[in-house]
């Protein structure tokens, strides 16, 4: 099965695609008033952007800067890469209004904008917007075969690898060793650190959330012999009860070159993100250059292959960009009514 199909698939198996979208509207301007009002005094065009990724190493990184090239040659703005904390960071950076454009997965978007993770305390991030779809995003874990570890169970009182705070490993692979039960040590870390340690022997375990391939781990098994494994059967379905923004999903045994067997376990989606007050028609002509020239996308990590326009539905909670509501809206996709923010006028 193809990426775009499974991408599709997975819309259709989420029951997240709404028969009936909200009608066509124009976007309101003038002065932003007290809290509540749905008035937006919106940006220039910029000629330049900060786009929040993650640690070096790591699949954000990396495709940020596809969409730095993708921005500098179909829309001719200048496209800067920064190295962040991952999605937890990105929410509270693009908040802030710190950086233009950041990468996040769903749960740290719906816990952030809703204020209901615990990282958010009770702040809610209500000026973020989702722009467009990105990739799955599967959490796996991987030891050195000397450890003898070679599933979940077995990381039991460990020190495992977890990625850097801010980032989706980072928040919740701990999370989810702790709902297990599994008290772990967690060190945190970012994929390339986190990469040297294991190649030198001084970290057995790491477990992580990213794009796959993980270019990281395909660094790690050129020089060391390494045990993959995932999360599946009654502990999956208790992870799936606590986080239901997870998905069941598998890894497939192509994945990397030393990996002989599929791996079952979670994931959550991605999506790009801008503060509310980002220009209409800058958001309108980047969602569309995004999608039209996806190839472009793919050529810099295999994963963009996920990252069709239908992909959108899969978020129901968190509110769109004006521009890009405009955008799907003309290539014909219908959009739940949740997704349409305070500032649309129907």
Partial sequence: MSWKKKALTLVAG???????????????????????????????????????????GGTYFIVGGGLASLLEKEMDVTANVEVTG????????????EQDLGLVTLGPAYEGYTGTGEWTAGNKMEDVRIVFPMYTTP????????????????????????????????TYVPLIHDVLGLDTDNVQAGASDMA?????????????????????????????????FGLDGEMREKVLKEFP???????????YTTL????????????GIVRKDTNVDFVYDL????????????????????AVAEAITINKDVPLHPGAIKYYEEIGIELPDSVYPPEWEK
């Avoid at 959490?139 to 850097?164: N, Y």
């Avoid at 923004?245 to 497939?252: A, H, K, R």
């Fill in 14 to 56: 989420l029951s997240l695609v709404v028969s009936a979208a909200c009608s066509g509207g124009e976007t309101t301007g003038g002065n932003e008033s007290e809290s509540g009002s749905t008035e937006i005094t919106y940006k220039e065009y910029p000629s330049t952007v900060k786009i929040g990724t993650a640690s070096q």
């Fill in 86 to 97: 991952g999605p937890v960071h990105n929410m509270q950076l693009t908040q802030a209004g």
């Fill in 139 to 170: 959490i796996h874990w991987w030891a050195l075969k000397e450890s003898g570890v070679d599933s979940i169970e077995d990381i039991k009182g460990q020190r495992v690898g977890v990625g850097p705070a801010g980032g989706t490993s980072g």
């Fill in 196 to 228: 040297s340690q294991q190649m030198d022997g001084q970290l057995d375990i790491i477990g992580y959330a990213a794009g796959i391939p993980i270019s990281a781990v395909s660094e790690i098994e050129v020089q060391r012999e390494i045990n993959f």
């Fill in 245 to 255: 923004y997870f998905f069941e999903f598998t890894i497939p045994s192509d994945t």
């Fill in 260 to 271: 002989d067997h599929d791996i079952e376990t979670i994931a959550m989606f991605n999506f």
């Fill in 287 to 306: 969602v569309k250059a995004y999608h039209e020239n996806n190839d472009m996308l793919v050529q810099t990590h295999a994963s963009m292959k996920e």
